[in-house]
């Protein structure tokens, strides 16, 4: 028996061993990130300085290579097949891993079975916001129209099943209103925030990047978050007006393929939380709207299912069918 456990330990002892030099090792090449941000947006903003913070931390070079709208999901696929060494990774949105799940029929990937979580770097709330020429000056000022006036009032989106829609959905449901769905597609986002800065869309549930410096045109009504926002700590959460209102927010995170080594993706998360804790870099994110977390990937994984259990709740009550 002593033998036998002296054995085991040994054959532990080598294994960790093992890890820690490949963590150490790690990386001997450039690393390429394959992301589904779409160009000029806060998440890809966000990605360029982590990964520029990270390329000096690591001593290799880290490019990004985005790929947007339908390709952003190809995009997904391949990574969720390439080698898990720690060179092909990954980042991607709550839209596309989680939502995507229960809106595609045919979703080439699925992020609990092909992917290694190794961190959800950034994540930012969105608001409810409607144009000032609307004359709505809070949420329940907004609910009574819309009871009074059923499918007067539209919000915009970036296409069916996308988070802005999944908003707006949310928010119909919780408080028994009639809005009118309005879906741009994901590539048209620059003439759908100027057609809602314009006022010929009413509504749209957006981040702090668009919001905070329009407020001469819009009205912010409430955050879709769990608590009040360091950027506006004024507006109540939706959930003050409406307890069922399950919040979810946008984030962008960091993942690699099946098989990624616990060393690796560890190293990876380490090296993306101290890049976005960096002074210079925190405050560039804050301009931006974002928050910084920074996950393990434990921690990831468990935010994971949790959003995947919230929006299957969601797409079941309001009746969504995948296209």
Same mark, same amino acid.
């Given at each position: ?44 903003? /966000? ?11 690591? /001593? ?74 609307? /004359? ?188």
């Amino acid at each position: 028996m002593k033998r036998t456990a002296f054995a085991t330990a040994m054959v532990l002892a080598g294994v960790l061993f093992a890890s820690n030099l490949l963590a150490q090792a790690y990386p001997a090449k450039q690393i390429l990130v394959v992301s589904s941000a779409s160009p000029g947006t806060s998440g890809d903003a /966000g990605l360029r300085l982590m990964t520029a913070k990270m390329t000096q931390s690591m /001593g290799q070079p880290i490019i990004v290579e985005l790929r947007s709208a339908a390709r952003g999901a190809q995009a997904h696929a391949v990574v969720s097949k390439a080698a898990p060494d720690g060179y092909t990774l990954t980042f991607g949105t709550a839209g596309t891993f989680v939502y995507g799940r229960y809106l595609f029929k045919n979703m080439a990937f699925d992020v609990l079975k092909d992917y290694v979580p190794i961190s959800m770097s950034l994540n930012s709330p969105s608001y409810v916001a409607i144009h000032n020429s609307r /004359g709505i000056g809070t949420m329940q000022d907004l609910i009574d129209y819309a009871r009074k006036n059923p499918g007067k009032l539209e919000f915009g989106s970036t296409g069916n099943g996308s988070y802005f829609h999944l908003a707006g959905e949310a928010l119909k449901h919780a408080a028994g209103i009639d809005l009118l769905h309005v879906p741009y597609s994901q590539a048209n986002y620059p003439q759908l925030q100027t057609d809602f800065l314009n006022g010929r869309i009413a509504m749209f549930m957006t981040t702090w990047f668009n919001v905070g410096p329009n407020q001469n045109r819009l009205k912010v009504l409430a955050i879709i978050d769990r608590q009040r926002s360091r950027h506006a700590p004024n507006v109540p959460v939706v959930t003050d007006l409406l307890p069922n209102f399950e919040p979810f927010v946008v984030w962008w995170g960091l993942l690699g393929p099946l098989g990624l080594p616990a060393p690796i993706a560890n190293r990876l998360a380490a090296e993306s939380k101290k890049a976005l804790q960096q002074p210079d870099i925190t405050a560039k994110l804050d301009d931006l709207g974002l928050d910084v977390v920074a996950s393990t990937p434990e921690e990831f994984a468990a935010m994971l299912r949790q959003d995947i259990n919230a929006i299957g709740r969601l797409v079941k009550a309001i009746g969504l069918q995948p296209e």
